[in-house]
């Protein structure tokens, strides 16, 4: 199965991918409910091959989850990949490209789970989709103009504008 999904934010891209580069900003742009929590002693130096270990909470059910950084290229692209975790497999690409005066950020997931897909469909899927679109609008809210990140302008766009280049909004997601 694969996820994909897009969102334009009002900042230049190396301060956006200096942001995803502390890997601690995810505990940030992840849902409470998941009780997210890194588990890797600070600081943690990301490059390709560096691992990470998670403690999150599925369904109630806690779990421990390992990644490598499999790819490693700022402040266009990284990868990380679940060695170990809930799923099957876990390929996550992040790319972030200048656009518009701003920076796309893209996050494409490459999973499977077991069970297959109906257990993707009655279970999985939904909450990914939750997580992401959390994600989405975490990052929305952290680079707005008022937000931590944002720039401070009076005529930086704000957020309820239209999605697309110039103004910030989750452009596309989809899931499959």
């Known amino acids: ?10 900042q ?3 301060t956006v ?16 409910w998941l009780n997210f ?8 130096r990301i490059s390709q091959g560096t691992l990470i270990d998670y403690r999150i909470r599925l369904r109630g059910i806690p779990l421990r989850w390992r990644t ?3 790819g490693w290229n700022p402040p266009e692209a990284f990868t990380d990949r679940q060695l170990r975790g809930p799923y099957s497999l876990w390929e996550h690409f992040h790319t972030f490209e200048a656009e518009a005066g701003g920076t796309r950020v893209t996050d494409r997931v490459c999973y499977r789970v077991p069970g297959g897909r ?4 009655l279970c999985v899927q939904s909450e990914l989709r939750r997580i992401f679109e959390y994600r989405g609008l975490e ?13 401070q302008t009076p005529d930086s766009p704000r957020l309820g504008n239209a999605s697309g280049p110039g103004a910030p909004g989750v452009v596309s997601s989809s899931f499959g």
């Open 139 to 151: 990052l929305l809210r952290l680079f707005s103009p008022t937000g931590p990140h944002g720039r």
């Open 17 to 32: 991918f200096g942001f995803f580069s502390d890997a601690f900003q995810l505990e940030r742009i992840t849902p409470g």
């Open 68 to 70: 490598v950084i499999a």
């Open 37 to 44: 929590r890194i588990l890797t002693p600070a600081p943690i």
């Open 1 to 10: 199965m694969v996820i994909r999904t897009s969102v334009w934010l009002d």
């Open 12 to 14: 230049e891209r190396d």
């Open 118 to 121: 109906l257990v993707n469909w």
